[in-house]
Every structure is written in C-alpha cells, then in structure tokens.
Nanobody, 124 residues
Framework: VQLQASGGGLVQAGGSLRLSCAASGRTFSGYAVGWFRQAPGKEREFVAAISWSGGIYYTDFVKGRFTISRDNAKNTVYLQMNSLKPEDTAVYYC???????????????????WGQGTLVTVSS
C-alpha cells in the first residue's frame, strides 16, 4: 500500500491544521494507521494511532489537542491538530501495518508502510 501524507503548512501558535493520509494501491481495510513526527535533530516519535477496529491511541503531549479519525470509504486517515504549539513543529509521517493482536502501535518498527511526510511549522 502506498501512503500520501498532506495538509502540512505554516500556522501561528494556537491555530489548527488537519493532516490527511491517503492510501493507494489497496485499501486501508484491515490496517492500523499511525502518525509519527520528527523534529530537526530529534528521533521520530509517536503521535497517534487508530486500529482497524477503531481503537484510538495518543501520546500524552497531544491528548486533548489532536484527534485521529479514519474514513474507510475514502481510504483516508486524518489527524486534526488544534491548539498548536511551536514545539509541534516537525515533519509528520503516517504509517500503516496490518492490524493484529499484539501490534504495538506506538513503535515505529511495527509499521511496514510509510508516507513521505508533510511539514508542519508552528510560529510563536
């Protein structure tokens, strides 16, 4: 499956963006999808994930601000980001893997398929 992340851009602190992760080549059916981000000079870190059955997971620093959702009819997963902070500045990547028991959605090594990333810049 090929993933295309989009929706990044420049926004002021306190603003909002919605990222999209679209699948092509096959559907998202049966896949868990995660969002990760990587700031300059830092490791890629987990942001949020949604399982095929609809289970939702967030890292602590985005809880209450970010919302992950999926539209299976459109083969797209979204990340709505509100109350953005300068420290949210990073390249955001979406990733997918076949959902299965024991999948550790917070670990980047669990995901086989990755999108190209979309840059989010939050100005202060």
């Amino acid at each position: 499956v090929q993933l295309q992340a989009s929706g990044g851009g420049l926004v002021q602190a306190g603003g909002s963006l919605r990222l999209s992760c679209a699948a092509s080549g096959r559907t998202f059916s049966g896949y868990a999808v995660g969002w990760f981000r990587q700031a300059p000079g830092k490791e890629r870190e987990f942001v949020a994930a949604i399982s095929w059955s609809g289970g939702i997971y967030y890292t602590d620093f985005v809880k209450g601000r970010f919302t992950i959702s999926r539209d299976n009819a459109k083969n797209t997963v979204y990340l709505q980001m509100n109350s953005l902070k300068p420290e949210d500045t990073a390249v955001y990547y979406c990733a997918a893997d076949t959902d299965h028991r024991g999948l550790r959605v917070g670990l980047k090594m669990e995901y086989e398929y990755w999108g190209q990333g979309t840059l989010v810049t939050v100005s202060s």
